[in-house]
């Protein structure tokens, strides 16, 4: 995990506060299953924020259908609440996204998405919460 974060907490502390799901992809670096999560197919107005620290991620408005399984935004609400980070488990280079008030993983980044930058963050529902309009 990342050490440029302002929450710090023991294991224990984020055992207690995260369900099993949440602490296994926060801070075990998880994922879940395609098509599982909770917010895969929302369609709700509103601002999803870090199941860990409540820190502002995305905007509903960003949110797109990739058809991945996995909650896809085009951009984060604002750019320097997550950082990335190269991630070479399972014998693949990919980029990783992190909150950067917690350090939870988020999930990762790829360059095959719409808009003009062409980012799709694809992220794990548990790792959010959403705060609905």
Known sequence: MSTDTSVSKSDQEWREQLTPEQYEVLRRKGTERPFSGEYVHAKVDGTYRCAGCDAELFHSDTKFDSGTGWPSFTE???????????????????????????GGHLGHVFDDGPGPDGQRYCINSASLKLDPK
Do not use: I, K, N, W
């Not at 604002?78 to 399972?90: C, G, I, K, M």
């Open 76 to 102: 984060p609400a604002v750019t320097a609440a997550v950082q990335l980070h190269t991630d070479r488990s399972f014998g693949m280079t990919r980029t990783e996204v992190t909150c950067r008030t917690c």
